[in-house]
């Protein structure tokens, strides 16, 4: 009998020990009656559960007192009978004597317009059709091309002739998907397309716009670029038919998060149901910043890092995401961010900011920070070395680096091209921010010279380089990728850089009008050659393994460095020894001085698939070296091979 009642005990622990630390709260909708469910710290005194027939205004058609799942336990339960599809609700939760006010609560999966209220809708009614044949394309990190953009600024413009424009549906037309092709990347990392709070979805007839970081709700697209922001299954499934159609072109769509802050505190989810648990709080008992943005959340703390697992297996999960982009991942500590990569699938990339935008309420050797990612195996990311090497420091965009002919950057441009791994032939010493090699693999550093953050390339070219000419502008622009695209990290771009947009010159661009943001379609026929030479490059990356070795080892022992003069950065890589390699010697020189330079190579004839501006991996012409002496045309790229 002891026995018997001690395994029954077991049995029901077991039963309610899951329930106790229940990861999805929200709603679980059936047919014949929804559970609800809340989390919330301990000295809540009591929580109310409001149904609604809207998602916004009327009044609750049914209020439910919610009861703890345990005794003195943080879990609230309700269950209400009938079939609640269609309806919206609200938890409210009251600490000392007053009510927080009605939120969606942490893990709405799906919410009415602005996020306000959950909604309750069949998940399994959300799916396009073929939705269960969908399948993650396969493409090694090694492999990637990521091109980053904003749903708005891409399609947008009329110039691009878009039927969904500035939506989720926009990237399932042809349009999209032949110029996203033609150009080769083969991965989109879309910039928040989360429930946001910036741009006002009742308004959506009016001209807003917004970057989105600015999270409300995490687990539930943003209703700004579904076709119907009112009808919470709409946006659900668009973004699904978004997700397909570029799976179906091979294209892996990574999703940028924002787990480190939310828009507010007061009326923030988080704050609505846990006061103060989520958030990082300063000794003196202010909120800590590391955001820079007001707060800063504490994903050291059980609750928050279960959170942020939980939802990055819910976007694997739901909406067949293929990876995520860390905004501010330096405000997480490595535990947290160790935890995602091993929750998810080897194939899901993950990256992110590996710093913080102000100082965090936490140890800084606990933090995700770029200078700890060899403690974060699988994680990468961004390199602002290359980055500020290439185009010149983040504080001053009147300053230029090597693009603009200024000395001292070569060991940042060479320590970009390896892949911010160890490499005998870098100096790390006069590399401009990191002292010492971050990454343990080049698949974890970042290859970039441009983002949504800061000027675009073209931009930031006109304000650092003196007097630059159309044609001068053009020539580092495309120097500046080809940099990025041999360099053995993974190659990251901003959308529109191959068709040369602007920014009229807007630093921060997150709330500028279209007229800034959008991409300008007719730079395409106005700039072919740009294009041409993007698509050019990416091909040749791609067929070529030498480019995207993969490994430190194979990095170390096929790569190594000519010479280094000032603006002059030229690579050697022995492609014989690269699995599935069909070239021998490969050459590589960056020339950014405004007139030629020569660099020694082996006596010998080569072909050359990148010269003077113009770029084809089937060979533009052959060149025999006198002297072993080759020319680098001003302000160009090189490559050659035999
Ligand atoms: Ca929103």
Redesign the pocket.
């Known amino acids: 009998m002891k026995r018997i009642t001690s395994l029954l005990v077991a049995i029901i622990m077991a039963l309610l020990v899951p329930l106790s630390i229940n990861a999805r709260t929200g709603v679980n909708y059936g047919p014949s009656a929804s559970a609800f469910s809340v989390e919330t710290n301990t000295d809540a005194q009591q929580v109310k559960l409001r149904i609604y027939k809207d998602g916004l205004g009327g009044k609750p058609v049914k209020t439910v007192n919610m009861k703890r799942a345990l005794k003195g336990g943080t879990l609230w339960q309700a269950s209400v009978k009938g079939d609640l599809k269609g309806m919206f609700y609200t938890f409210d939760v009251k600490y000392g004597g007053k009510f927080r006010g009605e939120c969606a609560g942490v893990w709405a999966t799906a919410v009415g317009v602005?996020?306000k209220r959950g909604a309750i809708v069949n998940m399994a009614e959300t799916d396009p059709q073929g939705w269960s044949a969908d399948k993650r394309p396969s493409i090694p990190a090694k492999d990637l091309i990521l091109y980053e953009m904003h749903h708005r600024d891409f399609s947008i413009d009329e110039s691009g002739d878009f039927t969904h424009r500035g939506k989720f549906l926009a990237l399932t037309e042809p349009r999209a998907i032949g110029h996203l092709k033609a150009l080769g990347v083969n991965a989109v990392h879309i910039l928040p397309s989360f429930?946001?709070?910036s741009?006002d979805?009742t308004r959506l007839d009016e001209p807003q716009y917004n970057w989105g970081y600015d999270p409300?709700n995490y687990n539930v697209p943003?209703?700004?670029y579904s076709t119907d922001p009112y009808k919470p299954e709409v946006r659900i499934n668009e973004f699904k038919q978004m997700v397909q159609a570029l799976h179906r072109a091979g294209i892996k769509v990574i999703l940028d998060v924002v787990y480190n802050h939310t828009w507010d505190i007061d009326g923030s989810n988080f704050q609505r149901t846990r006061p103060d648990y989520y958030y990082r709080k300063n000794a003196d008992g202010t909120y800590s910043n590391g955001s820079g943005c007001g707060n800063e959340t504490a994903s050291d703390r059980e609750g928050m890092r279960q959170f942020m697992v939980e939802s990055v297996k819910y976007w694997v999960d739901e909406y067949h995401i293929d990876g995520f982009r860390f905004d501010l991942m330096g405000v997480h500590d490595i535990e947290t961010m160790n935890a995602i990569r091993a929750a998810v699938p080897q194939d899901i990339f993950i990256y992110g900011e590996g710093w913080s935008a102000g100082s965090c309420a936490y140890p800084g050797e606990k933090l995700a920070m770029k200078a700890n990612i060899q403690q974060m195996p699988g994680i990468a990311a961004f390199s602002d070395c290359m980055r500020d090497g290439l185009r010149g420091p983040w504080d001053s965009n009147s300053k230029a680096a090597f693009l603009g002919g200024v000395k001292g950057y070569e060991e940042s441009i060479k320590f970009g091209i390896a892949g911010a791994i160890q490499h005998p032939g870098v100096d790390y010493s006069k590399v401009n921010y990191s002292k010492a090699p971050y990454a343990t693999e080049p698949t974890q550093m970042i290859a970039y010279v441009s983002c949504h953050d800061d000027m675009c390339l073209v931009d930031r070219l006109k304000a650092s380089v003196k007097g630059i000419t159309i044609d001068e502008l053009i020539r580092l622009d495309l120097l500046a990728q080809t940099v990025v695209m041999t360099s053995q990290g993974v190659p990251f771009m901003l959308s529109g850089e191959e068709m040369l947009r602007d920014k009229k010159g807007v630093h921060n661009s997150y709330e500028s009008p279209d007229s800034i943001n959008h991409l300008d379609w007719t730079n395409l026929e106005r700039y072919p050659q740009v294009m041409d030479y993007y698509k050019n490059l990416i091909a040749m990356r791609k067929a070529h393994p030498a480019f995207h070795m993969g490994s430190a080892d194979m990095v170390r022992r096929n790569l190594d460095f000519l010479p280094t003069e000032n603006c002059l950065v030229a690579f050697h890589i022995n492609g014989r020894n690269v699995p599935g390699e069909s070239w021998g010697d490969i050459y590589v020189a960056f020339n950014a001085h405004k007139r030629a330079r020569t660099i020694e190579v082996p006596e010998g004839t080569y072909t050359v698939v990148c010269r003077n501006i113009k770029c084809d991996q089937a060979g533009l012409t052959t060149v025999k070296t006198k002297g072993g002496k080759v020319t680098i045309p001003a302000q160009s790229a090189l490559i050659i091979h035999n």
Do not use: W
């Open positions: 602005n996020g429930d946001y709070a741009v979805e409300v943003e209703g700004g």
